[in-house]
């Protein structure tokens, strides 16, 4: 292999199966803070343990090792499709060794591809940078439970009673996680976007996932209702897998785009307690 396909591979396997120190402290605390015997303190533990066997025995974290997202910030002199190469030859041989389930079906034949490569398999956001910048590539692994609970409004909504506002948000957030349940695989992350079109919704939440359990948003408007949307998420008390509890969410991020006059999207992507990703400068 050359020196870009083994970094790319190296980072595909780290991201399979080494959950970030950030996300398992926070599980952690999520753990300590529930009711001794209960359920979802035990699925909590149950969790931890199997985190820390991933890491020992490089296995993978959960069976559904999901969709490849990679975002990429790529300084002048790395080439899209050098890139795309050699990140395609890295996850094949991921998916060779049992790193990366099979997990790339042809939609209209439903015939597996059996290396996780196909039409839009993996997925690239490619950012370019400017002279001096280093690459940075961002890999995020999102499985299908997670994504399957994503949802994006359109505002205003009169069901909700959510208007154009800040207020309306957090109407949208609440109504996401609650419909959610535990089949996000609780307690998750939640990527928030307001604004944008409805393609460019879902990828400013991409980007969110980015940020490190804590990390608050630089607009003070949006971090307080980060941290309200947190305590109010946890007061809805569906827990550790839908069993009930005091942590539904480990995590809110609220990002905004510009958007048209017309339009007025909130996109809501969960991620699960599983939230695989790392990145690496090249």
């Not at 910048?133 to 999102?142: A, N, P």
Request: aromatic share 6%; glycine share 10%; net charge neutral.
């Amino acid at each position: 292999m050359n020196s870009l396909q083994e970094k790319l591979f190296d980072l595909v396997a780290r991201a399979a199966t080494d959950l970030p120190e950030d996300v398992e402290s926070a599980i952690r605390r999520a753990r300590d803070g529930e009711e001794p015997g209960s359920s979802s303190r035990g699925a909590l533990e149950t969790i931890l343990q199997n985190a820390a066997l991933a890491r020992r025995n490089k296995a993978p974290i959960c069976q559904d090792t999901g969709m490849l997202n990679f975002l990429v910030e790529a300084a002048p002199e790395l080439d899209y499709f050098t890139f795309k190469t050699a990140a395609e030859n890295a996850i094949a041989r991921a998916t060779e060794l049992g790193v990366l389930r099979q997990n790339c079906v042809e939609t209209l034949s439903g015939r597996n591809t059996g290396n996780n490569l196909g039409y839009g398999c993996p997925n690239i956001h490619w950012q370019p940078q400017s002279n001096g910048s280093k690459s940075r590539v961002s890999l995020i692994l999102k499985g299908g439970g997670s994504e399957n609970v994503g949802i994006q409004y359109s505002l205003p909504d009169s069901k909700l009673g959510a208007g154009r506002d800040l207020e309306g948000v957090r109407r949208c957030v609440l109504d996401a996680v609650w419909q959610a349940q535990g089949k996000g695989c609780a307690p998750g992350v939640l990527a928030v976007c307001i604004g944008a079109d409805r393609g460019g919704g879902y990828e400013e939440c991409k980007k969110l996932l980015l940020r490190k359990i804590g990390e608050r948003s630089e607009q003070p408007e949006l971090a307080a209702l980060e941290l309200r949307l947190i305590e109010e998420c946890n007061a809805l008390g569906i827990g550790c897998m839908g069993f009930g509890g005091k942590t539904t969410v480990l995590e809110v991020f609220l990002g905004a785009r510009c958007r048209l006059p017309a339009s007025y999207f909130v996109t809501v992507t969960y991620m699960c307690w599983c939230c695989r990703r790392h990145s690496i400068e090249l």
